[in-house]
């Protein structure tokens, strides 16, 4: 996981400027898996501020010529990253294809939805890395359509060990805009939260599935 700290801070910062981060020790959100947690991020609000949104395609297509060259195909993973990624395919001028969690149940039955064909190279965008299982199911089901997926950039990860591991596993290489430590720190310095907060929210990425019971 290759993170520039410069862009580090500026995407912590932006992302909490627009309350696409929220921060919440004392109050903590229920994710959809159960966990009690902290904190939420929700990267579409970056949709609603043309600015913003201008800066992570920006920043997204400059890493992905200077590590990849152009792709043949950019690749979104529903239905959080259609949006970002669909902004990414059109500024590198570039075909779009978006990946669905599971096949259609009914006329085509597909999964990758779009224009896509054996042997493309193709770079994935996600909004989002938690544990990184529903990112990478979306590049089994790019590879098993025939892509050759050359690696996926994500606006922010958690950081937990175990996305790491499975991005490791499964021999795919990740960048991010921005991570978890640095908007933490960034988030004490602005006055967002309390070094006691910063605390509670690290004692929570240890071990997440467990925080709260």
Known sequence: MIINTDTAKKTAELLLQINAIKLNPKNPFTWASGWKSPIYCDNRVTLSFPPIRNYIREEFSKYIEKEYGKPD??????TGAIGIGMLVAEYMGLPFVYVRPEPKKHGRQNQVEGFLQKGQNVVVIEDLISTGKSSLMAVEALKEAGANVKGMVAIFTYGFDVAVENFKAANVNLHTLGN???????????QYITETEQQTLKEWRVSPDTWGQ
């Open 180 to 190: 978890y430590d640095t908007l933490l720190e960034l988030a004490v310095s602005k």
């Open 73 to 78: 195909v950019i690749a979104g993973v529903a």
